[in-house]
Nanobody, 128 residues
Framework: VQLQASGGGLVQPGESLRLSCAAK????????IGWFRQAPGKEREGISC????????DYVDSVKGRFTISTDRAKNTVYLQMNSLKPEDTAVYYC??????????????????????WGKGTQVTVSS
């Protein structure tokens, strides 16, 4: 089981990035994916998740209306489209899953100690 996160970079405030999380060794038809981020000096926080069952999603308030999570089942990949980026979005972004967790329970249940499988982080820097 592997998750491969990519797509980070350096952008200016207001710009966009799309992060990818490719799943290897399991199907996103059956398991949900969450995105976390960790800013310098801060704890890792869950920011979004998507259900494999019905595609329902959840977002932390700070990214609602700006970030969109989606799944391409043909590519077995989850995307995080990030628009209107702000300097406070600067962080290392991770995708993760656990076979006994579901996004249907809500983002509040998506704690880093719950998740067993993690992608390598991808750095997002928003700066002018």
């Amino acid at each position: 089981v592997q998750l491969q996160a990519s797509g980070g970079g350096l952008v200016q405030p207001g710009e966009s990035l799309r992060l990818s999380c490719a799943a290897k060794g399991f199907s996103l038809d059956s398991y949900d994916i969450g995105w976390f981020r960790q800013a310098p000096g801060k704890e890792r926080e869950g920011i979004s998740c998507i259900s494999s069952n019905d595609g329902s999603t959840d977002y932390v308030d700070s990214v609602k209306g700006r970030f969109t999570i989606s799944t391409d089942r043909a590519k077995n990949t989850v995307y995080l489209q990030m628009n209107s980026l702000k300097p406070e979005d600067t962080a290392v972004y991770y995708c993760a899953t656990d076979f006994e967790w579901t996004c249907k329970r809500g983002l509040v249940t998506m704690k880093d100690y719950v998740m067993d499988y993690w992608g390598k982080g991808t750095q997002v820097t928003v700066s002018s």
